[in-house]
């Protein structure tokens, strides 16, 4: 079965790191644009970083910028979100996604919306302490 599985999220104080991955099965991340997102409570869904082949571009959201850095292991095939210099309005579940190349338009993800996924994982919460 496709799926995508979020971990490694957790309680973390302000200032601190994390590493969230997001483990692909039955497809390869190789040919597919990948993205990361996030929902806090009482917020809509947030688009923080995305990359894709369409553009050839990587966007990160400005909340996040300089701070979270997104990557792509295909011996694991696994996707992966660096967190560094985390804050307590990072505090949401973050979410991973994908979908094939072909799909994602000539514009690629430079939006950061969440519309152009075809896979979704389950979730992880990140909660960063003041």
């Known amino acids: 079965e496709v799926q995508l599985v979020e971990s490694g999220g957790g309680l973390v104080q302000a200032g601190g790191s994390l590493r969230l991955s997001c483990a692909a099965s039955?497809?390869?991340?190789?040919?597919?644009?990948v993205g990361w997102f996030r929902q806090a409570p009482g917020k809509e869904r947030e688009g923080i970083s995305c990359?894709?082949?369409?553009?050839?571009?990587?966007y990160y959201a400005d909340s996040v910028q300089g701070r979270f850095s997104i990557s792509v292991d295909n011996t694991n095939n696994s996707l992966y979100l660096q967190m560094t210099n985390l804050k307590p309005d990072d505090t949401a579940v973050y979410s991973c996604?994908?979908?094939?190349?072909?799909?994602?338009?000539?514009?690629?993800?430079?939006?950061?919306?969440?519309?152009?996924?075809?896979?979704w994982g389950q979730g992880t919460q990140v909660t960063v302490s003041s």
């Open positions: 039955d497809f390869s991340l190789e040919h597919y644009a």
């Open positions: 996604s994908a979908t094939p190349d072909y799909l994602m338009p000539p514009a690629g993800c430079s939006d950061l919306g969440w519309y152009d996924y075809t896979f």
């Open positions: 990359s894709s082949r369409s553009d050839g571009r990587t």
